[in-house]
C-alpha cells in the first residue's frame, strides 16, 4: 500500500511539473490559459491548440503503431494483462501535453494511467495475487487522482465508484480492507504531492454560509443538471464508438479538432484546457449570461469532439466545467427575478450534480465538489441533495433504456 501511495504522489507531482513546463511555452504563463494578470493574445489562443494537436497526433501514431495499450478497466476486468510500461507512461505523458496545448478534455487519466501501470508492474515482481495485484492497481490509480486535485476523501469514493475496487476482495469483510486500502493509499499520496499541488483548495471559493434558497434550488439543479450529464455520458460514449483513427487519419482529426478548439479559444478563451478556467470564470462570475450558457454547451460538444478526434484523457472537470457554467448562468436568472443566492453556490451544486450522473458516482461527486472548493460547511447539504439527484437521473435513463425493447445492455459507471 505505501509503495503505491508513494508511487502515486511522485506521478501527480512529475506530471504537474510538465503541465506548468507546457503551460508556460503555450501562453507564457504558469497559470496557463486564463493568467490572472492580463489576457492573452489571440494568436496564442489560436495557434498552440493546432500546434499542441499535431505533435500529440504524431507522438500517438507512434505509440499506437507499436501494439494495442490497455486501459485502467481492462487491467482490472482481466487480471492477466499487462501494461506495456514504456507505451503507457509515454501516453501518460503525451496525454499532459495535449491539455497543456489547450486540448479541451480532462488531465486526470494520464497521472491515474502512470500511476496505475507503475503499480502493475511492482505487484507483479513483488508476486502478488491477482485479487491483490488489482486492488493496488485500483488504489494507486484513486490515489494519483486525489493527488493532483488534493481530494483524498474523493480519490477513496472513486476507488470505490468507478473503478469498483471492492469488486476484487473477495469476501465481505475483505472488501472493507480494500475501501481502507485504498483510502490509506489517497491520504499518502494527497500528502506526498503537497510540496507541489498545495494543501489548499484549488479553487478560491467564499466562504460565506449557503444561502437560505440554496437547498431547495439544489433540487432543481440536481435534475436539470443531470440531465446535461447524461447528455455529456452519451455524447462522449459516442466520441468513443467512432474513435479509430489512425496513421494520417488520426493526424488529420486532431489537427481539426486543435483547429476549431483555437477558433473558439479566440472568442472564448476558458474553453481551453479542462475546464478550470470555466469554473474559475463561474466562481468570479465574470461573464454575461448569454457567455455562460453558450460555455455550458460548447464545452461538452468541444470535449466530445476531442474524444472522437483521437485524443484521450478524462471527463472530470469538464464536467464540472459544464455544470459551473450552467449553474452561473441560472442564478444570473435568478437575481434578476430577486432570488438572493451567491453565484459561485449555485455554480458549484450544479457542477457536482452535472459530474455525478456522467461519472455514475455521487458520493465522489459530493466529495469532489467539497474538497475543490472548502466551501462552507452549510454548502455541504446542498451540494449532497444535487449529487443524489444527478445520480438518480442517470440511474432512470438508464434503467428505462434497459426495459425497452432492442436496447444495449447497461453501461458501467464513468468512463475511465
Not at 476558458?270 to 474559475?280: A, F, I, K, L
Request: with cysteine.
Amino acid at each position: 500500500m505505501m509503495v503505491g501511495a508513494l508511487v502515486a504522489g511522485v506521478v501527480a507531482m512529475l506530471l504537474t511539473w510538465l503541465l506548468h513546463g507546457i503551460f508556460w511555452l503555450a501562453t507564457g504563463d504558469l497559470q496557463g490559459w486564463m493568467p490572472e494578470h492580463e489576457p492573452l493574445p489571440w494568436w496564442r489562443l489560436a495557434v498552440f491548440p493546432v500546434v499542441g494537436a499535431l505533435a500529440c497526433a504524431a507522438l500517438w501514431w507512434w505509440i499506437r503503431s507499436r501494439g494495442e495499450l490497455t486501459s485502467i478497466r481492462g487491467a482490472l476486468a482481466d487480471p492477466e494483462r499487462r501494461f506495456p510500461l514504456g507505451r503507457s507512461l509515454a501516453d501518460a505523458v503525451v496525454q499532459v501535453v495535449n491539455v497543456g496545448c489547450g486540448a479541451s478534455i480532462g488531465r486526470e487519466a494520464a497521472p491515474r494511467l502512470a500511476a496505475a501501470a507503475l503499480m502493475d508492474s511492482v505487484s507483479r515482481r513483488l508476486g502478488l495475487a491477482a485479487l491483490d495485484r488489482r486492488t493496488v492497481v485500483a488504489g494507486a490509480s484513486a490515489a494519483a487522482l486525489a493527488a493532483i486535485y488534493n481530494s483524498p476523501v474523493a480519490g477513496a469514493f472513486y476507488a470505490l465508484e468507478v473503478l469498483r475496487i471492492t469488486d476484487f476482495a473477495g469476501r465481505r469483510s475483505r472488501r472493507v480492507g480494500a475501501f481502507v486500502v485504498g483510502l490509506g493509499m489517497c491520504l499518502l499520496a494527497t500528502v506526498v504531492a503537497w510540496p507541489v499541488i498545495g494543501r489548499g483548495a484549488i479553487f478560491a471559493f467564499p466562504g460565506a454560509r449557503a444561502a437560505s434558497a440554496l437547498l431547495p434550488l439544489a433540487v432543481g439543479a440536481g435534475l436539470i443538471g443531470g440531465l446535461f450529464g447524461v447528455g455529456f455520458h452519451r455524447m462522449t460514449r459516442w466520441a468513443g464508438s467512432v474513435q479509430s483513427w489512425t496513421g494520417w487519419r488520426l493526424v488529420a482529426s486532431m489537427a481539426a479538432v486543435g483547429l476549431l478548439t483555437g477558433a473558439m479559444a479566440v472568442m472564448f478563451p476558458s474553453v481551453t484546457g479542462n475546464g478550470q478556467g470555466v469554473v474559475r470564470l463561474a466562481i468570479a462570475g465574470s461573464a454575461p449570461l448569454w457567455a455562460f450558457l453558450v460555455l455550458s454547451v460548447l464545452k461538452p460538444v468541444l470535449t466530445s469532439l476531442t474524444l472522437a478526434g483521437g485524443s484521450v484523457g478524462g471527463q472530470l472537470q469538464p464536467s464540472m466545467a459544464t455544470g459551473a457554467a450552467l449553474g452561473a448562468g441560472a442564478s444570473l436568472v435568478l437575481v434578476s427575478a430577486g432570488v438572493d443566492v451567491p453565484l459561485w453556490q449555485l455554480a458549484l451544486v450544479t457542477g457536482v450534480a452535472v459530474l455525478a450522473a456522467n461519472q455514475k458516482a455521487p458520493l465522489f461527486s459530493c466529495f469532489f465538489g467539497l474538497e475543490l472548493t472548502h466551501p462552507h460547511p452549510t454548502v455541504a447539504l446542498p451540494v449532497a441533495v444535487a449529487a443524489l439527484l444527478g445520480w438518480l437521473v442517470r440511474e432512470g435513463f438508464e434503467r428505462r433504456r434497459s426495459t425497452a425493447p432492442n436496447t444495449e445492455p447497461r453501461s458501467g459507471p464513468g468512463h475511465q
